[in-house]
């Protein structure tokens, strides 16, 4: 669904993104792991052809990104990290607007937007201004709105910042179900360990921009030269540095 | 009380290295254009210190009464102070007391009330006062320099403004604190809002009816005199205007008179007022501020059983978003939607209908004066032409801007920007183009045009404005400003300026190309045999119209479309 292919991104003389090739299947939930500043929201917005390369190209469904853009955004439902919005609309008449913009039917999107605002458990909401919303609520409706003209590939920056416990798992399972009614694949980026080992079939380490380990969690073990036993929190720390951490710690008070 | 006022130091800490640091922000960077506004802004001031000299140096010419009328005025300039002051403050208190986004880290420390207050109560002060100042503190050195007034004059003057300003901002803070605690601070501010403009505008239009312009002829002069002797400022013993016109008057006379007594009341009333706000004001904060939370919170659409009101309005502009085309459609109704809910936007609409009226009314009495119709004719063009140059800085130049943060939403849409931006002229040029063929199917009935002109003149106009909106779209896109808090500030940076000159030029070119067609046309009846003049100026002017329409049409909005396609996060 997504193949990047020799992917370099630099600001000035900063290389964000260094030489990266990574290949996610069509139907499968994909973990991209990584440190603060490792290049993982870059990588992202050149996917969705927010930003464009300084090298390599990025593939989805076979489409050059930067060539056919408007052909790949079709098939791109895009979740970012910061839940910015037309604070002056209300849920529904966001939703609406998204539909506009993607040129859906209105009474097919009226229909589909009842819907994802009920799934999401906004529909109290639905009459509501965004800007009384909270931060997890906003998240929740750029999911509804990436889910609005049923991608075929949902790329999600940091899914569980600002969800509640309760959010996290209808989110997870939203996501997951996607994949396994075999319609959609999800590219997710995340800090939280936890998530990527429930939730992703592979998963790939970004580390100063250059992937350090990319697979399934067995064969990320094999390449980090792990007994079976690790979590992905002890591998993520070896592979990305985690003993610059131990010594930080030492000899400092809380 | 060290403490405490350490802890005054500490909060104000933050904002007095923000506003050093000014000029070191992106938007700020540009020397020039700090320049640009330093110097307008110093020529406005001194435009009203030379207005204010000359008007007194004509009054003291009049025997008897002259003598008179610079006490009134000094009396009325404050009256007039003090009011925008007590305004500027409360509007200010709501926005720095109760809404700032600080708040919610400052009430979450264990920072004492008292010097969160008086921090807060500060900046309020200087943020809503320094505009005041700057352009009032110039009548009173023209009072100076007509009076020849001795060194105690500008001193008093030094000495007794910071506790006038402080006066009405006192009770601008207790205003606010009262009215959120029982309101919400964002409704009573939106409240004071349109009460204020609604004032402003209707001030507007008797000013503009009274022909202002008349005073300044030489033989009505003596009409005004008499007209302000009868004006009589209110002078209630109470008021600190008349206390300030007691303390500084009588200094600037041949035999000054001590204004000690004044001058005391002035800053013993100051003092008094600023203690009883920070008392009022500490007592009510917490409970305010809360409360304030509470109406952004739930700062609800007008619902009733779950049955939302102004359902024809939102079904008709839900409608709209399903027209064919329907990224236009769907930005029309965004846009109306979010420019409806912002009280900040539509509020200038209200500004917009005054100055309609204001042009209309104008050449109605530019009609009694001994100008033929073809004159007034084409000055109205030019006018009309910076009018909408005008309007489309403040509505067409921010519409790419006003995107803000969410622009993430179209750019990762399957939309092409060259769509988007010629939505977003389309959505500006309908309203614009309404406007200026009203104002020109008016002006030209009140000129008495033949309606063969009035045709010429809507077309101008249609294409004039056309021309605009592209621009501003167009310059817009090229100097998008979408982190930009305020709307109102996006037109202030160098893109604005940039988006003025080339439209006002625009305008002004265009208009001069289309003076020779126009002029022929206008001298055909007596001149029959040749009705297009020289030919090859006539279609010169023509050509260059075509061109310079197509221009301004084409060039920004490529232009900017290229600069929104490079655009990188």
């Known amino acids: ?254 | 009380m060290i403490e405490q006022l350490r802890t005054f130091a500490l909060l104000l800490g933050p904002k007095a290295r923000g506003f050093l640091r000014l000029a070191r922000t992106r938007e700020h960077r540009h020397p020039l254009r700090l320049l640009f506004f330093i110097g307008l802004g110093l020529v406005f001031a001194f435009g009203i210190y030379l207005g204010s000299a000359w008007f007194l140096r004509q009054c003291l010419q009049v025997e008897l009464v002259g003598m008179l009328i610079p006490r009134k005025m000094m009396s009325l300039v404050l009256l007039i102070l003090v009011s925008i002051l007590l305004i500027s403050t409360t509007i200010s208190s709501f926005s720095i007391f109760y809404l700032s986004d600080d708040l919610v880290l400052l009430f979450s420390t264990p920072v004492p009330l008292g010097p969160l207050y008086y921090a807060r109560f500060l900046e309020m002060t200087l943020h809503a006062s320094w505009m005041v100042v700057f352009f009032g503190l110039p009548v009173f050195l023209a009072y100076g320099a007509v009076y020849a007034a001795p060194a105690a004059y500008y001193l008093l003057v030094v000495l007794l403004f910071p506790a006038f300003i402080l006066i009405p901002a006192a009770l601008g803070a207790i205003c606010a604190a009262v009215l959120t605690r029982l309101l919400s601070a964002r409704r009573s501010r939106d409240l004071l809002i349109v009460m204020v403009l609604a004032g402003f505008v209707i001030l507007y239009l008797v000013l503009r009816a009274m022909q202002p312009e008349k005073l300044l002829e030489e033989e009505s002069f003596g009409t005004l005199v008499e007209f302000l002797q009868m004006f009589s400022a209110p002078e209630s013993r109470y008021l600190p205007t008349l206390w300030m016109t007691e303390a500084l008057y009588p200094t600037l006379l041949p035999r000054p008179v001590s204004g000690v007594l004044p001058a005391l009341a002035i800053w013993t009333s100051a003092a008094a007022l600023v203690a009883i706000s920070g008392w009022v004001g500490t007592a009510l904060y917490r409970n305010a501020y809360a409360r304030a939370q509470e109406g952004r919170l739930r700062w609800r659409m007008s619902r009733e059983g779950g049955k939302e009101h102004g359902r024809f309005l939102g079904g008709w502009l839900d409608r709209l978003g399903g027209l064919p085309g329907r990224l236009t459609g769907s930005l029309l109704v965004k846009d109306t939607r979010v420019f409806m809910r912002d009280t900040n936007q539509w509020l200038q609409l209200l500004l917009l209908g005054a100055l309609a009226a204001v042009y209309v009314l104008n050449f109605i009495y530019l009609k009694v004066a001994d100008f033929s119709w073809f004159t007034l004719y084409t000055v109205n063009h030019v006018l009309m032409g910076l009018v909408i140059s005008g309007i489309a800085v403040r509505f067409v130049f921010p519409a790419v801007s006003l995107e803000g943060r969410a622009f993430w939403i179209v750019r990762s849409a399957p939309v092409r920007m060259g769509a988007f931006l010629h939505s977003k002229l389309l959505i500006h040029f309908l309203p614009l183009a309404a406007l200026a063929v009203l104002l020109s199917v008016l002006s030209c009935s009140v000129i008495g045009v033949p309606l063969v002109f009035v045709a010429i003149s809507v077309a101008l106009m249609l294409a004039m404005t056309l021309g605009v909106c592209a621009l501003g779209v167009g310059i817009g896109a090229l100097h998008p400003r979408f982190t930009a808090e305020n709307p109102a500030k996006i037109p202030t940076g160098i893109g604005g300026v940039v988006f003025m000159i080339t439209s006002m030029s625009f305008v002004i070119i265009f208009l001069l190309a289309s003076f020779y067609p126009t002029f022929i046309l206008f001298r055909a009846p007596v001149r029959p045999e040749n009705p297009i003049g020289r030919p090859f100026w006539f279609f010169t002017s023509l050509g260059i119209m075509a061109l310079l329409g197509i221009g301004a049409a084409w060039i920004p909005m490529v232009l900017g479309r290229r600069k929104l396609q490079g655009l990188e996060e």
């Open chain 1, 1 to 254: 669904m997504i193949k990047v292919e020799n992917l370099t991104k630099r600001f000035g003389s900063f290389t964000a993104v260094e030489d990266l090739n990574l290949h996610v299947r069509r139907g499968e939930v994909f973990g991209f792991l990584g440190p603060n500043g490792a290049g993982k929201t870059t990588t992202m917005k050149m996917i969705v052809g927010l930003m464009r390369p300084t090298a390599g190209r990025v593939r989805v469904a076979g489409m050059d990104v930067q060539a056919e853009p408007l052909r790949t955004r079709r098939l791109i439902g895009y979740i970012p990290d910061h839940p910015f919005l037309y604070e002056k609309l209300s849920g529904q008449e966001f939703l609406l607007f998204i539909a506009g913009v993607y040129g859906m039917n209105l009474n097919a999107a009226r229909r589909r937007a009842g819907e994802l605002l009920r799934l999401f458990e906004l529909e109290k909401w639905t009459n509501e201004l965004i800007e009384s919303y909270s931060h997890g609520m906003k998240q929740r409706l750029i999911m509804a709105a990436a889910l609005l003209h049923r991608p075929e590939l949902v790329v999600v920056d940091e899914p569980m910042v600002g969800l509640d416990p309760r959010g996290a798992v209808l989110v997870k399972t939203i996501f997951k179900n996607l994949c396994a009614s075999g319609s959609g694949t999800v590219f997710l980026s995340t800090h939280t360990l936890e998530v990527a080992e429930e939730m992703c079939d592979r998963v790939a380490i970004l580390h100063r921009g250059r992937v350090v380990a990319q697979g399934s969690m067995d064969e990320i073990r094999r390449q980090v030269g792990d007994d079976g036993s690790g979590r992905l929190q002890e591998l993520f720390l070896r592979l990305t540095g985690g003993a610059d951490v131990t010594r930080a710690l030492q000899g400092f008070e809380v």
